[in-house]
């Protein structure tokens, strides 16, 4: 089965400056999709980044960005710049690709506070 | 604004009664799923549909009944609530049965508490 674990429960950062969530995750399978999702005070679950397993070069979206180290099972978020707008819940989530359904498997969740 | 909905937002239920969640998404998507959201638990699937008339179990179904008799609706049913119930739930949809190539759109979820 597979697993995704997010070993900080809360972590806080300065305006402005960068921040680095961690997540691993648990599979057999050579092929599948992670992702990052941003969950703010207002509940709604937005994707933050997505990367494909079969990728070498690490997926970045503006000031997102991950750190893929698929030997180590690993798929960190780094957040550049932090912005007050960055407090939120964010979700590790892992998927198989050869599953006829899309079964996302997410993380426990880590509490990102921005302090200005 | 298009999207998913959720209705209600809130609810309080006692041991025993029934519900129904409602999620309407007007993307004219495929694939439309249950989610439930504890905290330290993140999300678990609870049911999905890949289309209408077509349902399946997820991770943690016992408890919960759901029906796609249209692609825009995904209620979930809730037949005799328990205290174990009681979480935030969330549904969501997407275009494709690849979530990767179009990301899954959330409705703004359920907050629920059975007393």
């Known amino acids: 089965a597979q697993t995704v674990t997010q070993s900080q429960p809360e972590m806080s950062v300065q305006e402005a400056e960068t921040v680095t969530l961690s997540c691993t995750y648990d599979?057999?399978?050579?092929?599948?999709?992670l992702f990052w999702y941003k969950q703010p005070p207002s509940r709604q679950m937005i994707l933050v980044i997505r990367q494909e397993a079969y990728k070498q070069q690490n997926a970045t979206e503006n000031r997102f960005s991950v750190n893929f180290q698929k030997a180590a099972k690993s798929f960190s978020l780094k957040i550049s710049d932090s912005q007050l707008g960055d407090t939120a819940m964010y979700f590790c989530a892992f998927m198989l690709t050869k599953t006829s359904y899309d079964k996302v498997i997410f993380g426990p969740g880590t509490s990102l506070s921005v302090i200005p | 604004n298009a999207g998913v909905t959720q209705t209600p937002k809130f609810q309080v239920l006692k041991t025993g009664q029934s519900m129904t969640l409602q999620c309407a998404q007007d993307m004219n998507h495929e694939y439309m799923s249950w989610y439930r959201q504890d905290p330290g638990m993140g999300l678990r699937l609870i049911h999905y549909s890949v289309g209408a008339g077509i349902t399946d179990q997820g991770e943690v179904p016992n408890g919960y009944n759901v029906s796609r008799s249209t692609t825009e609706d995904f209620p979930l049913r809730l037949l005799s609530a328990a205290p174990s119930q009681t979480s935030v739930y969330f549904c969501a949809s997407s275009s494709t049965l690849r979530t990767a190539n179009q990301p899954q759109h959330f409705g703004d979820g359920t907050r629920l508490s059975i007393l």
């Open positions: 599979t057999s399978e050579n092929n599948y999709y």
